[in-house]
């Protein structure tokens, strides 16, 4: 499991600037290795490229998953009916609305009603309400629980892992045994379990039905993998000239730990959370689908895509596929970010 | 010798905790045994009946007797009955076992069969526009969530062009082989689409560190094919993270393909859990989660073996040390 790093990340690294270079001043026969400098420095380019767009697309959706009650490209479902009074009346009054394809569908099929009006950038739901308001409001839950989820199992993690990978013994003998067990559940059934758990009919969670459930579960869920991560990296760390030099000089163990691991181990922890925050977002879609995330008439991608399902057979493909590519974007946005982040400080995800 | 005997040790050790932790979790419940009680009497409970719920369930021993009792059973397959329906646990786990099995292989084996091939191919031709193709498509694939997957295909491939109809019931691949693809096609292409992406990554990174060995050159050198080189001296030695995932997959595709299972109407483990937890039956939990974790535990130690197959070089680093 533990494979040496060295001899894959030697190999990557002297491939991707050296080898070219190298065959071309010597070498007439060309190995395994294609030679591909001019389609490097277009790669280089993409890749600068996309990093943009990705960072735009979270500016985006961060921004407006704050702000999407007063921000002016947002419908405020009470734009598209004729009163206030006709939109605040539940969700009958929106009937009028329900179930129209996105503007641009034109090659939308829906064989039950003919030809429907088109409305909106995504169309709407079954309600009636825009898709569009409520994908980024999901995002708002979405961005809101992974992000919290992804703080504390950071924090947690790092310090289960420093202090295996520091202290080993019987400390980590515990530590490592009881990641593996946690491990050796199928994490989103784990995560059923807990947040079922919290919600049980008969404490009082159940009938206000909060966030925090969601968010300790998946707490939990991030747990193992970041602490095996960082385990792993403290090792690597502590028997370098450096910290044995401050241990020598009678530097305690949580001075060596924070002051002289932890800064080094922070570039992995960071592309790593990013990687987190990608799975984590997918993990409360995944409870979300199932029912399982905040409560109904808040908006979550998940919740969004199961709904739509039932809609989507009968031809009304945009109420599940509208949300599924926002959330699609954003978590490719991230990964994208995570990516760059690792190549950057060129460290390798551990842990796929 | 020593390494099995350790790695053993270690799994053994796996097991003992995962089958405690799920043995004595009743005791934990929120709302403690009132709840499974209620559940398998109804309300107003007799003094004896609820006496008799928990002494079936072991509630009043120490948990050290409840578990080595608990292990007896669940060796023995007798595994008893749901709180509310009355019905075998032990059935309807084996009724469930296969399905997530099939759906578990073929995802597998989907993807297994697509990714090495790209994965050698864009290793040999490392950054060609084959390889940047593969490569950036494998990165937005491992973007794919299944629930969004699952309802794409579905969209395409059932609706619109009503190639495969929705809800394909599950057949036994014996009775009625082309129904039971039909149902399966899929759910397993949706399990299939991240795996390959994460398999052709991994292999894909390894295969280019291996193709720069001197061995290959050598290879090379001596005039083996190119084929030669690339699928029996090269794809063994860069085995090593593929096989890893592999092993780790088949725990998570038993029981975590909840919503796959749901989406496509199929009663594999994941669904039986999930059910299990939503209409609170403990008991059928606690079994469902030890044969899910027991396999996974299984599978990690014959992968860990399997090192020794891959590679004969962590074969003689393990009989140094």
Partial sequence: ?352 | MRYVLRKFAQTVFVVVLVTLLTSVALRFLPGGTDVLVALKTGPGATKEQAQKVITDLGLDKPWYTQYFSWMKHFVTGDWGATLQSNTSIASAVKRALPISAYLMVYGQLLALFTAVPVAVWSAYRHNSRFDRIATTSAFGMLSLPNYIVAPVLMYFVSVQRKWIPYPSIYTSLFDDPVAHFKAFVLPSITIALPLFAGYMRLLRADMIATLQSEFITTARAKGVSTRNILFRHALRPSMFSLVTATAVNVGALMGGVVIVEQFFLLNGMGRLTVESIFSREYPSVQYAVVVLALIYVAVNFVADMAYAWIDPRVRARRAIG
């Fill in chain 1, 1 to 352: 499991m533990d494979r040496p790093e060295g001899s894959r990340e030697k190999g990557d690294r002297l491939n991707m600037s050296d080898i070219d270079v190298m065959l071309d001043d010597n070498a007439p026969v060309v190995p395994l290795i294609d030679e591909a400098a001019p389609a490097k420095v277009r790669v280089r380019k993409r890749g600068r490229v996309t990093k943009w767009l990705a960072i735009s697309w979270m500016v985006f959706i961060t921004v407006s998953s704050i702000g999407a009650e007063s921000l002016p490209y947002i419908n405020h479902s009470c734009d598209q009916f004729a009163s206030i009074g006709e939109c605040t009346t539940a969700t009958h009054a929106n009937i009028r609305l329900a179930e129209r394809p996105p503007a641009w569908a034109g090659f939308s099929d829906s064989p039950q009603k003919g030809e429907p009006a088109r409305f909106g950038l995504m169309g709407t739901d079954k309600n009636g309400f825009d898709l569009f308001a409520r994908s980024l409001l999901g995002a708002r839950t979405s961005l809101i629980i992974a992000g919290l989820a992804i703080t504390f199992g950071l924090a947690i993690g790092t310090l289960l892992g420093m202090i295996a990978g520091y202290f080993r013994g019987w400390v980590d003998v515990v530590i490592e045994n009881l990641t593996n067990v946690l491990l050796s559940f199928p994490a989103l059934l784990l995560a059923i379990f807990f947040v079922t758990f919290f919600n049980d009919p008969s404490t009082a969670a159940a009938t206000t039905r909060p966030l925090w459930p969601v968010v300790v579960s998946l707490v939990i869920l991030s747990i193992p993998p970041l602490t095996r991560l960082v385990r792993a990296n403290t090792i690597a760390y502590a028997q370098r000239d450096f910290v044995v030099a401050a241990r020598s000089l009678g530097a305690k163990g949580s001075r060596v730990l924070f002051r002289e691991i932890l800064p080094n181990i922070v570039p992995t922890l960071l592309s790593f959370a990013l990687t987190g925050l990608a799975l984590l977002i997918v993990a409360e879609g995944a409870l979300a689908f199932l029912g399982l995330s905040v409560e109904a008439p808040v908006p979550t991608w998940g919740r969004m895509i199961a709904t739509g399902a039932g809609p989507l057979r009968e031809g009304s493909w945009w109420i599940s596929l509208m949300p599924a590519f926002m959330m699609f974007l954003t978590v490719l946005a991230i990964n994208l970010l995570g990516d760059v982040l690792a190549q950057r400080f060129n460290t390798r995800e551990a842990i796929s």
